[in-house]
């Protein structure tokens, strides 16, 4: 497709559930990013891949979040054993080459977990 | 310790009237710079960006956005908002690996 598509847009899970958000990512691009939008706040960054190497999990809150983008191309945020601060939105953004330029950002997947 | 701030929450224009969006970073180095808008249901989307060069910077929708190394300033300013301008602004430090640091977001509301 021509942009950044995530799924599901919308996910509600209990909590203690595990869920898992995708993301595919501008065809060709590079580097993919994923970050954690709370209600009211700035997005804040999760983790970095340049291909399919994670070369940076400073983000992630906790060891209940993994993500993995195994042949480089499309990459799945999983969220173990989900708590109600989990509640966000989750933006995945790529760019055509590593390091500096601006990303492109999908529509996001808001989580509601009850 | 890198940062970008964002001194107004929530900004009421008429329509018709400039606008001009604050944005403070904290950065250790050259920084490059972003603005992004996102509106409800909508990605984000980048208005314009600064990187090196000319410190005015043309963007999208007639958006434009001036880098002041002294005042570590890198404001958003439109001269005549349109009602679909209604929305929340970012402004973003893009740190060594290309991650984004961003505000806490400003939301513009357009009064008709």
């Known amino acids: 497709g021509a942009g950044v598509s995530q799924s599901p847009r919308y996910k509600v899970a209990k909590r203690g559930q595990d869920v898992a958000l995708r993301c595919d990512p501008i065809?060709?691009?590079?580097?993919l990013f994923w970050y954690q939008q709370a209600l009211g706040q700035g997005p804040e960054f999760l983790t970095y891949?340049?291909?399919?190497?994670?070369?940076?999990k400073s983000g992630l809150p906790s060891d209940r979040f993994f993500a993995e983008r195994p042949e480089g191309s499309v990459s799945t945020l999983k969220i173990q054993r989900t708590q109600q601060e989990d509640s966000a939105v989750y933006l995945c953004?790529?760019?055509?080459?590593?390091?500096?330029?601006?990303?492109?950002f999908g529509p996001g997947t808001r989580l509601t977990v009850t | 310790a890198q940062s970008v701030t964002q001194p107004d929450i929530h900004i009421t224009v008429s329509e018709g009237a400039s606008l001009e969006l604050r944005c403070n970073y904290s950065?250790?180095?050259?920084?490059?710079l972003f603005w992004y808008v996102q509106s409800p249901g909508q990605g984000l989307q980048l208005l314009l960006k600064?990187?090196?060069?000319?410190?005015l910077v043309q963007g999208i929708k007639g958006f434009e956005a001036e880098f002041k190394r002294s005042q570590s300033s890198f404001n958003l300013r439109k001269p005549s908002v349109h009602w679909s301008d209604a929305a929340e602004y970012f402004c973003?430090?893009?740190?060594?690996?290309?991650?984004?640091?961003f505000g806490q977001g400003t939301t513009l509301q357009v009064k008709p």
């Open positions: 953004a790529s760019n055509w080459r590593e390091g500096l330029n601006e990303q492109y």
């Open positions: 065809s060709g691009h590079v580097s």
């Open positions: 891949f340049q291909n399919e190497a994670q070369l940076d």
């Open positions: 950065y250790g180095a050259t920084p490059y």
């Open positions: 600064y990187f090196s060069g000319d410190t």
């Open positions: 973003l430090l893009s740190g060594n690996t290309g991650k984004l640091i």
